[in-house]
């Protein structure tokens, strides 16, 4: 019993590092710092919300680049297929605008949560959005834009039956690394909490995944139907370490990322308990 359930324990643990090799082996996420870099963003981002799902108009978004004006101040990714050398997917972070707050976050213009329209409250969030990823990299036709699966197909050396054997190698939710890259920008810019758009039918990915996440309120037509949601990085990352231990590892980097959200967090307790004393009492005291 005991070493059948060892034997489990190296099995599971075996197929972890191989997810994580194989995922960083498969893709590198760079990030869009480049007029030439955001420029595939813009196109990638043309293909799949203008072309293949008709979220945005064409008409308005010339040389076939989908851009609007949160792209100015916004931190790009793409994310690119190591072996084709083609882009893959992309996201973008927006981050809040310190003299214009009530006007940081594509999210306000569409959702009236107190928390988005609370002087203040904006400054301390960032949005994710623009997550998506190429047709070219999906698991079947019918997935969604969010987070697919990727298969790729491998070579195994040796024959059956004098025929190549091949297998059929799964990539699943491809896009972590996309918000590995977008939680580190706001980690760097001392934002604990994320809002974003999550697809209707991708929420029970996200839950898989072990992203915890809170509701901002009802469903809303945009981009198809889609929810606003908000979450705090450090509780994502706590909650996908006993969920899934395996995307953990990916979007965590090996718990790097972990260790920054934790710093973040201690010294957010440490300024907020500061914040609640009066210095001069403190500094009588200490004299």
Not at 182 to 201: G, L, P, Q, T
Request: glycine letters at 4%.
């Amino acid at each position: 019993m005991a070493s059948d359930l060892l034997k489990n324990m190296l099995t599971e643990a075996f197929n972890r590092e191989a997810f994580y090799s194989n995922y960083n082996r498969t893709f590198s996420i760079v990030e869009a710092n480049t007029d030439e870099l955001r420029e595939e963003c813009y196109k990638l981002r043309y293909e799949v919300y203008c072309i293949e799902n008709d979220f945005e108009d064409p008409t308005r978004n010339p040389n076939q680049m989908e851009r609007d004006t949160y792209d100015i101040d916004a931190v790009h990714f793409l994310m690119v297929h190591n072996e084709s050398g083609k882009p893959a997917g992309t996201v973008r972070v927006v981050l809040p605008k310190e003299e214009m707050e009530m006007d940081s976050f594509p999210m306000q213009e569409l959702c009236d949560h107190p928390i988005l329209h609370t002087p203040g409250r904006p400054a301390k969030l960032c949005q994710i959005s623009r997550l998506c990823m190429s047709k070219h990299f999906r698991r079947r036709d019918n997935d969604g834009s969010v987070l697919p699966a990727y298969y790729e197909q491998e070579n195994i050396k040796g024959t059956q039956n004098g025929n190549m054997v091949y297998i059929r190698r799964r990539i699943p939710y491809a896009p972590l690394g996309l918000l590995r890259a977008a939680f580190e920008v706001a980690i760097k810019n001392r934002i604990a909490d994320c809002v974003m758009f999550i697809e209707s039918d991708q929420l029970r990915n996200f839950e898989k995944m072990g992203i915890a996440y809170k509701v901002l309120g009802p469903k809303i037509a945009y981009h198809g139907e889609q929810q606003p949601v908000i979450f705090n990085i450090k509780n994502v990352l706590d909650t996908m370490l006993i969920d899934n231990l395996a995307c953990w590892e990916i979007i965590s980097d090996m718990g790097r990322l972990h260790k920054l959200a934790n710093g973040l967090h201690q010294n957010s307790w440490q300024d907020g308990v500061m914040d609640n004393l009066r210095w001069d009492d403190v500094h009588k005291k200490l004299s």
